[in-house]
């Protein structure tokens, strides 16, 4: 079964500041990977997506991350991060089904 | 384009009354979805409609959670009997291919 992890419920970070959000994945067949924003009492915006070709995918704010299949991992990184990104990420996968599995979010913080 | 939108905003409900929560999907989107979020948490995925198909129920968490959509048009998720442990947000996606999901703002549900 499908199944995704992500590591840290909370990651604090200073502004300007390198940022990285962990996910892993578990999955036997092809995998199409998302991460998605929330920023508080909003919906999920989605911030980039991986279904094949480059394993280093680009998103909106600068964001990218990058699809590993040895270690099933598909890391969120921000080279500088703003006071704007403080939000909930959400790391989602879909192993074939047309029901993704949610992360159980990451609230990033970014401190002045 | 209009994305996806719901109502209402928010909902106020007294234990044991019925509540009903709309969904309008971005015009072509065929998948329609719904999940709770309850505070602090990931999403929990309820229903999945996909056009005419027969919709997948399996999230639905008891029989007082039923949906309903009409072709590739407006869904309606209905609680019956609302119990204190369904206060949560509930956020409807849409897409059309099936993986990448657009959201909406989602409906804030307490029941009191």
């Known amino acids: 079964a499908q199944s995704v992890t992500q590591l840290d419920s909370q990651v604090p970070v200073f502004e300007e500041a390198p940022v990285e959000l962990r996910c892993n994945y578990s999955?036997?067949?092809?995998?199409?990977l998302f991460w998605y924003v929330q920023y508080p009492n909003q919906g999920l915006q989605l911030l980039l997506k991986?279904?094949?070709?480059?394993?280093l995918v680009k998103g909106i704010n600068g964001f990218e991350a990058e699809f590993n299949k040895s270690q099933t991992s598909f890391h969120l990184r921000k080279p500088s991060v703003h006071i704007s990104d403080t939000a909930e990420y959400f790391c989602?996968?879909?192993?074939?089904?047309?029901?993704?599995?949610f992360g159980r979010g990451t609230s990033l913080i970014v401190h002045p | 384009g209009a994305g996806v939108s719901q109502s209402p905003s928010n909902k106020v409900t007294e234990k044991g009354k019925d509540v009903e929560l709309r969904c309008d999907p971005i015009?072509?989107?065929?998948?329609l979805y719904w999940y709770r979020q309850r505070l602090g948490q990931g999403l929990e995925f309820l229903i999945y409609?996909?056009?005419?198909?027969?919709?997948?129920k399996s999230g639905l968490p008891s029989d007082r959670f039923s949906a309903e959509r009409t072709g590739e048009s407006v869904s309606t998720l209905t609680i019956q009997r609302t119990q204190q442990e369904d206060s949560a947000v509930y956020l409807c996606?849409?897409?059309?291919?099936?993986?990448?999901?657009?959201f909406g703002p989602g409906t804030r549900l307490t029941v009191t």
């Open positions: 996606a849409s897409s059309r291919s099936s993986y990448e999901q657009y």
């Open positions: 999955s036997s067949v092809s995998v199409y």
């Open positions: 991986y279904l094949s070709g480059s394993t």
């Open positions: 989602a996968g879909s192993g074939g089904s047309y029901i993704p599995t």
């Open positions: 015009s072509g989107h065929t998948a």
């Open positions: 409609f996909q056009g005419n198909s027969a919709p997948d």
